[in-house]
């Protein structure tokens, strides 16, 4: 098994789990910190650690705290992540900075990932992944996530690409950088709230066993880099395609008029688009999170068996 990264700090749960090839499920902190309000965002971490142990797997939520890069965290950890105004949104080139400083860190996509891969994590659940913004080719605002993807052997399984982004140019930019991009279940690719974005899947899979079987072939023919495993939204969780559009146009325009960019932007969109939907993609947002989190754990066991 891959020896874990000294810099790094696990709880003994995931050490021990790491070490005996039990199968480990990352998380990102960034959903508790600036993705969700409080309480929904400590419960839904509660949630999805609790379903990911239902699963057979265990969870390991990452964190920097005190500048110390943590591989698992306890309800108290979870709780300050959830509370405290002082939790910085950081992505990879963040990383070194939270470090030196010693304060305390949400890793957004980009970051769990690579801190997932030096504890020897294969397998990551979050919502939505980061992508090329509306507007980027002014802009240049692209995430990290993207590139993260290119380079780190994590599959990470999310309910597509956040809907407030350009889906058509992240899913361009996925292929230019040979990210395999790969539906569980429909040939169709979601869009976070909806299940249906109007693009094509690049590929399909119907078995957590034969995503299982994609992560180890890419790895074993030294092909470095993650899969981004896309999952839809429950049909009855969704909020349809039509629906969100409208209102994911207004909150844009609402943080256009503000002057918001950067960092700042997808957290500021996603709660301008909870308050317009009467916290109706809230609900939505925790029931594909709680979704992703089953088929990771389903994944992370047949990747276990296969090592």
């Known amino acids: 098994m891959t020896t874990p990264h000294p810099d790094l700090v696990l709880t003994e749960e995931v050490a021990q789990a790491l070490s005996d090839g039990t ?3 990352a998380l990102e902190s960034t959903i508790i910190s600036h993705g969700m309000p409080f309480p929904q965002n400590v419960e ?41 105004p002082d939790v910085s949104k950081i992505s990879t080139r963040d990383l070194p900075y939270a470090i030196a400083r010693g304060i305390h860190g949400a890793t957004t996509v980009a970051s ?22 509306r507007g980027a080719e002014r802009t240049f605002d692209i995430s990290a996530d993207l590139t993260e993807l290119s380079l780190t052997d994590v599959a990470v399984v999310s309910a597509g690409v956040k809907s407030i982004l350009d889906i058509g ?3 361009e930019t996925l292929e230019t950088l040979g990210v395999p991009v790969v539906a569980y279940g429909t040939e169709d690719f979601p869009a976070f ?18 995503i299982a079987a994609l992560m180890a072939a890419k ?5 470095a880099g993650g899969i981004a495993v896309v999952n839809p939204i429950p049909v009855e969780d969704e909020i349809p395609a039509d629906e969100i559009g409208v209102i994911i146009e207004q909150a844009l325009a609402d943080m256009d008029a503000r002057g918001i960019h950067g960092k700042e932007a997808t957290p ?40």
Do not use: K
């Not at 790895?219 to 092909?223: C, F, I, S, V, Y």
């Not at 317009?276 to 939505?284: P, Q």
């Open 23 to 25: 199968p480990v499920v």
């Open 44 to 84: 839904m971490a509660t949630e999805v650690e609790r379903i990911i142990r239902e699963g057979g797997a265990i969870p390991a939520t990452i964190a920097v705290l005190d500048g110390c890069p943590r591989v698992g965290l306890s309800q108290d950890d979870l709780h300050l992540l959830a509370t405290s």
């Open 112 to 133: 769990t990932m690579r801190l997932a891969a030096l504890a020897g994590i294969s397998v990551f659940v979050t919502g939505g992944l980061g992508g090329v913004h």
């Open 169 to 171: 140019l992240t899913l």
């Open 193 to 210: 709230f909806s299940r249906i974005s109007g693009h094509a899947a690049p590929m399909t899979l119907d078995s957590p066993a034969d």
């Open 219 to 223: 790895w074993r023919l030294a092909m």
């Open 268 to 307: 500021f969109l996603l709660g301008r688009i909870v308050e317009i939907t009467d916290g109706a993609s809230l609900t939505a947002n925790i029931a594909l999170v709680n979704n992703n989190a089953r088929l990771g754990a389903q994944v992370a066991v047949e990747y276990a068996a296969l090592r």
